[in-house]
């Protein structure tokens, strides 16, 4: 069955970086685009953007721009989200998802819970 | 761009129907047919329960129906279950990407 599976939780310190991974199994991954969803504790959801799969281009919302990077390895059907500068304002859930029609998600990552504390 | 603004709380007793409101704009609920609705349990994932306005997934319960007029989207949840209890989230595309909404809570009386 189509299962997207995340990286662990990480508490990481002001200034840092994290790399989450998605690995996706059950389905042809290039087939599909794969993105990415922000959610602070106890706030809704916030897209980030999205990762073209067959051509490793990404776009961004506004707003994750400048320290957020979208990253592929084909060869192991897994995406990246890369977050360098870290903040405590980057503290959230970030999810993986996958693009079964425009702007509909239907499987998604368990979710990796970002930490950014001194 | 703005959330889509959708009520903060919605409630019902079991077995009744009730209607979640998702509003937008005629630059993406307005403009595109691409409306889907998610439920999402406390920590855990969102799960889609419409796609395309009014097109439910497979294995998702035919209970919950999607409309669209104008610029505002609209969940149906009938018959109202105890498990029907989460949050609800709307998203639309707004030409260059997807907006969600403000999110819903559900709560079964």
């Known amino acids: 069955q189509v299962q997207l599976v995340q990286s662990e939780s990480e508490l990481k310190k002001p200034g840092a970086s994290v790399k989450v991974s998605c690995k996706a199994s059950g389905y042809t991954f290039t087939n599909y685009a794969v993105n990415w969803v922000r959610q602070a504790p106890g706030q809704g959801l916030e897209w980030m953007g999205w990762?073209?799969?067959?051509?490793?281009?990404?776009a961004y919302a506004q707003g994750f721009t400048r320290r957020f990077v979208f990253s592929l390895d084909t060869s192991v059907s897994t995406a990246y989200l890369q977050i360098s500068s870290l903040m405590a304002e980057d503290t959230a859930v970030y999810y993986c998802?996958?693009?079964?029609?425009?702007?509909?998600?239907?499987?998604w990552g368990q979710g990796t819970l970002v930490t950014v504390s001194s | 761009q703005s959330a889509l603004t959708q009520p903060a709380s919605v409630s019902g007793s079991p077995g009744q129907w009730i209607t979640i409101s998702c509003t937008g704009t005629s630059r993406d609920v307005g403009a595109y047919k691409y409306v889907s609705w998610y439920l999402q349990h406390p920590g855990k994932a969102p799960k889609l329960m419409i796609y395309d306005v009014s097109n439910r997934p497979s294995g998702v319960s035919s209970r919950f129906s999607g409309s669209k007029s104008g610029n505002t989207a609209s969940l149906t949840i009938s018959g109202l279950q105890a498990e029907d209890e989460a949050d609800y989230y709307c998203?639309?595309?707004?030409?260059?990407?997807?907006?969600f909404g403000t999110g819903t809570k559900v709560t079964v009386l």
């Open positions: 998802a996958r693009d079964v029609t425009t702007a509909g998600f239907d499987s």
């Open positions: 998203s639309s595309y707004t030409g260059s990407g997807t907006l």
């Open positions: 990762i073209n799969t067959k051509t490793g281009n990404p």
